[in-house]
């Protein structure tokens, strides 16, 4: 049992460049979340998912798709990355039954310059 | 909006001092409140939850938390730290209704000198 899995760990990227986070749960739960972290800023809820083939904008969707083709993953993609995308970002993953309980991935290192 | 505060940024402690992380909320309504807890390197992964019942929650590693809802707190506590909890606290705050957004504290990092 994996749990939460991400990939890729690092990236760097240059500006006006694309890509796409993986994000991978064994544990058949419902709803998946993609947060980004910054220092003194927390966890922000950039896109979630209640359940495959739904996505919902959080608090900080510009710049940032997502799509959950499959139950057991959630892509992010960033089509033009921008220097102010340079973050940590989390993928974590909840079912209705674990009262909201949120199970988090190993993080993307994400430097965009 | 609904938000959480956590009022310590930064905390130093030396090893067996007592430990107490205030984190407030923003919300009239039921809430579910948890403290998440990252390791240096490690992802989060959950320290305690509350959802009802004993507002006195024990939690892994010999932590607590106390839900006082007349003043929107969950404060996290532990009577003696080790250099072991170093490491960063988030407060989150589920509310019961309105979605499924959990709402995070901006963290609280402990260092904890041995």
């Known amino acids: 049992n994996a749990g939460v899995t991400q990939t890729p760990k690092f990236r760097v990227l240059k500006t006006g460049q694309s890509m796409t986070l993986l994000c991978a749960q064994d544990?058949?739960?419902?709803?998946m979340y993609w947060y980004r972290q910054d220092p003194g800023m927390g966890l922000r809820l950039i896109h979630y998912?209640?359940?495959?083939?739904?996505?919902a904008k959080g608090e900080v969707p510009d710049g940032y798709n997502v799509s959950r083709l499959k139950k057991q993953n959630f892509l992010l993609g960033l089509e033009s990355a921008a220097p102010s995308q340079t973050s940590v970002y989390f993928c974590a993953s909840s079912s209705s039954s674990g009262k909201y309980e949120q199970y988090f991935g190993p993080g993307t290192r994400l430097t965009v310059t | 909006a609904q938000s959480v505060s956590q009022h310590n940024h930064h905390v130093i402690l030396s090893e067996a001092a007592s430990l107490e992380l205030g984190c407030n909320y923003s919300y009239g309504g039921t809430v579910n409140l948890f403290w998440y807890v990252q390791y240096p390197g490690q992802h989060l992964q959950l320290l305690l939850k509350?959802?009802?019942?004993?507002?006195l929650v024990k939690g892994i590693k010999g932590f607590e938390a106390e839900f006082i809802k007349s003043k929107f707190s969950f404060n996290l506590r532990k009577p003696s730290v080790q250099w072991s909890d170093t490491a960063e606290y988030f407060c989150?705050?589920?509310?019961?209704?309105?979605?499924?957004?959990?709402?995070f504290g901006a963290g609280t990092r402990l260092f904890v000198k041995a």
């Open positions: 998912s209640v359940g495959e083939g739904t996505t």
């Open positions: 989150a705050v589920k509310p019961y209704t309105g979605g499924f957004k959990t709402i």
């Open positions: 544990m058949n739960h419902e709803y």
């Open positions: 509350y959802f009802s019942g004993d507002p």
